[in-house]
């Protein structure tokens, strides 16, 4: 006995009632209520819808949906993880690697090319001269990266809040993949400077400034183009198989 689309809305109803604000995990839970009480009235044809959706509702412990949401949760960040390990074989492997040795390579070349840069003024403040500018060199590409993303109307972070799967690949994966390149941010700015009042753009940290742009130019591709496209997928073909009048545009258009 197949549920009808006014007893699908009430399942949603009641599953908000509980405080479950995802949306995602609302369908998912509809889904699993919605078996559950086909399966029951299977069995018992006399049981009715409340009866049937109280008997299901039994089912889970006495904390409610809460566990539930908890375990997504943290499978939903492994989820991340390994989906992010797993882009990540392909940026270093054929055909992608020959891109990203060739934008590695660019950037080693035009540091090459503008050299180590000499910084003058009072020695009380050089110092702090010489950390702006290293700042500015070493993060300035990830500002571009937030600008390029408003200027793109990717939305940001807050705006994913009620979409667990998109809540948490901003939690999980974002800092990921920003953390994979300003580590040598951080790396050339305390290490690489032995002289003060010179901001070493040679030898060795050439090569990491060289990581750092890339890294940066990759975490940009996959976080704004790559990923957002797989987010859009995979809540398609989780959910789109419900029939209920909750806006699933609402999801989609996310």
């Not at 509809?30 to 299977?42: G, K, T």
């Not at 700015?189 to 060289?210: D, F």
Request: hydrophobic residues 40%; aromatic residues 14%.
């Amino acid at each position: 006995m197949n549920l009808t689309k006014a007893q699908i809305e009430q399942l949603f109803d009641f599953v908000r009632s509980k405080n479950v604000h995802y949306l995602d995990v609302q369908h998912e839970i509809v889904d699993h209520l919605a078996s559950s009480i086909e399966n029951i009235q299977r069995q018992n044809p006399a049981t009715s819808f409340s009866s049937a959706l109280t008997q299901s509702y039994s089912n889970f412990p006495i904390t409610g949906f809460a566990e539930l949401i908890e375990t997504k949760e943290a499978e939903l960040r492994k989820y991340w993880r390994r989906r992010f390990w797993r882009f990540l074989y392909t940026i270093i492997s054929p055909p992608r690697v020959i891109l990203t040795v060739s934008a590695f390579l660019i950037f080693s070349y035009l540091f090459g090319l503008i050299g180590d840069i000499s910084i003058s003024g009072s020695e009380s403040y050089l110092w702090i001269k010489q950390l702006i500018y290293q700042s500015l060199i070493a993060f300035g590409p990830m500002f571009l990266c937030i600008i390029y993303r408003l200027s793109k109307g990717i939305k940001p972070p807050s705006e994913y809040q009620d979409i667990l799967l998109t809540s948490t690949y901003w939690k999980e994966m974002e800092p990921l993949l920003y953390s994979f390149a300003t580590i040598p941010a951080y790396i050339w700015i305390v290490m690489m400077h032995p002289q003060e009042g010179i901001i070493n753009m040679t030898g060795l940290a050439n090569y990491i400034l060289s990581y750092l742009y890339t890294g940066i130019i990759v975490c940009a591709y996959v976080a704004y183009h790559v990923f957002p496209e797989m987010l859009s997928q995979e809540i398609s073909d989780r959910y789109k198989h419900l029939d209920a009048s909750t806006d699933y545009e609402k999801i989609t258009n996310h």
